[in-house]
């Protein structure tokens, strides 16, 4: 599709890599086929061992716009997203791992999109071509504040924001060890409840047992059996990690009190870790209410029955611990 680039704003794709030999080249044509074409694209190779890097400068040495950079040792997924995000130009960032593959119209549908947002996101279907399993889920997801404090929604390889964002992020020193970069973006966008999310694939995610992120899909079939084993399952990750949960609530909470923003979604979100922190009984009951008037906030989706939702919600100050399982295996 033709545009007029004098009449739109930059745009800098943001990838780093680490070991991608055997899917960065399709990414990259990917994302150089897009209708709305990238005005620079920042690569920050994480100290590969493979050739990676190797096929990282081909691309450089074909195209201008490919800025390609080596870490002299290695700084991990986090510190190293977030130095190469902070060597972008571009009115816009969008964030690209380095095995998936871009629709087309990815770029084009987003800045579109985006209007005076601090964020846009949409859909990102999984696929695989080994033993990885998925799942595809076609929902839209509830992307508020209230739930990305505890678990995202909002795959960050679909990230799409102005470098506005970046200037609204507090001090990241404390919740960085806790937090991906990916959701501390996503936090900040959510306090300002500056989200807008796109109801159509963005983005053709690569699933493999080897990706830093991968892990099978849990089977949410809504079966009694099921249902019965999230409930005991949830209050035994409970008892098993709250004093981890509320540390990692306690960061957080002092992370979103130095954002100055006046949204109500984030003077409520504010309010609700404050009552799950709290020893008091009263608080307690407290939360309850909360959560029950809130119900719809709190699951993936908010198309929810509201029976159902309001029966979860008042379980949620215990089911949350599920979102923290994955701390069981670092203990």
């Not at 739109?8 to 994302?31: A, F, H, P, W």
């Amino acid at each position: 599709m033709n545009y007029n680039k004098a009449n739109v704003k930059t745009i800098s794709v943001v990838m780093c890599t680490y070991n991608g030999e055997n899917y960065i080249r399709e990414q990259l044509d990917s994302i150089l086929r897009q209708t709305h074409a990238a005005d620079e694209i920042i690569i920050q190779d994480d100290c590969s061992t493979d050739n990676t890097y190797n096929i990282l400068c081909e691309y450089q040495q074909k195209y201008p716009f490919v800025h390609v950079y080596r870490n002299k040792k290695n700084k991990g997924i986090n510190s190293n997203f977030f130095d190469a995000i902070s060597k972008a130009t571009g009115d816009y960032i969008a964030i690209s791992d380095q095995d998936d593959v871009w629709e087309d119209y990815k770029l084009e549908l987003q800045i579109q999109n985006i209007g005076n947002k601090l964020l846009c996101s949409g859909r990102s279907t999984p696929f695989t071509e080994g033993e990885a399993i998925v799942r595809i889920d076609t929902r839209i997801p509830n992307y508020n504040l209230l739930r990305q404090v505890f678990t995202g929604t909002i795959p960050g390889h679909t990230l799409f924001f102005p470098k506005l964002l970046l200037q609204k992020i507090p001090d990241i020193s404390n919740i960085k060890p806790i937090r991906c970069y990916d959701s501390i973006l996503i936090m900040v966008a959510g306090a300002y409840d500056s989200i807008t999310y796109i109801n159509k694939n963005l983005v053709n995610f690569r699933r493999h047992v080897t990706a830093a992120t991968y892990s099978a899909p849990i089977n949410n079939q809504k079966s009694i059996t099921n249902i019965w084993r999230y409930i005991v399952q949830a209050w035994k990750y409970n008892k098993l990690l709250k004093p981890e949960i509320r540390r990692r609530l306690q960061l957080t909470l002092t992370f979103l009190e130095e954002i100055p923003s006046q949204e109500l979604i984030l003077k409520d979100t504010i309010k609700m870790i404050n009552l799950y922190l709290s020893d008091s009984f009263l608080d307690f009951i407290r939360l309850e209410w909360f959560c029950l008037k809130h119900y719809k906030y709190f699951f993936y989706t908010m198309n929810i029955n509201k029976y159902i939702g309001q029966i979860r919600a008042l379980y949620f100050p215990i089911s949350l611990s599920d979102y923290y399982r994955h701390l069981l295996k670092q203990q």
